[in-house]
């Protein structure tokens, strides 16, 4: 059984800065696809960046690659969003998810089988 948790959540000013982690845990680290996904208050989730552990180049969703980044750690089997010059409109509770296992070509959220419990993120202006 899998287990994913997320943390580093907070509030900050726009322009501020804030660093996502997520643990990923019960062997679905390995050649899997593991997601940032976001919904802020009133609207649908959406996708935010997705990484598959087995390669280098993560696939952006509904942010601009430069202000968001994301990271693995192998040694640790933990996936990191860093992100830069936050905005009000990135004031959402963040989820990460994981696949079973396979790569991040299909990302839609019904692709994923396991997911976080979420952490809220609140960007002020």
């Known amino acids: 059984q899998g287990l994913l948790m997320e943390s580093g959540g907070g509030s900050v000013q726009a322009g501020g800065s804030l660093r996502l982690s997520c643990a990923v845990r019960?062997?679905?680290?390995?050649?899997?696809?593991i997601g940032w996904f976001r919904q802020a208050p009133g609207k649908e989730r959406e996708g935010v960046v997705f990484?598959?552990?087995?390669?280098?180049?993560?696939y952006y969703g509904a942010v601009e690659e430069g202000r968001f980044t994301v990271t693995q750690d192998n040694a640790n089997y933990s996936m990191h969003l860093q992100m830069e010059a936050l905005k009000p409109e990135d004031t959402a509770i963040y989820y990460c998810?994981?696949?079973?296992?396979?790569?991040?070509?299909?990302?839609?959220?019904?692709?994923?089988?396991?997911w976080g419990e979420g952490i809220q993120v609140t960007v002020s202006s």
């Open positions: 998810a994981a696949r079973q296992h396979g790569t991040c070509f299909r990302r839609d959220e019904s692709d994923f089988s396991t």
């Open positions: 990484k598959y552990t087995s390669s280098l180049l993560p």
């Open positions: 019960g062997g679905l680290w390995r050649d899997n696809c």
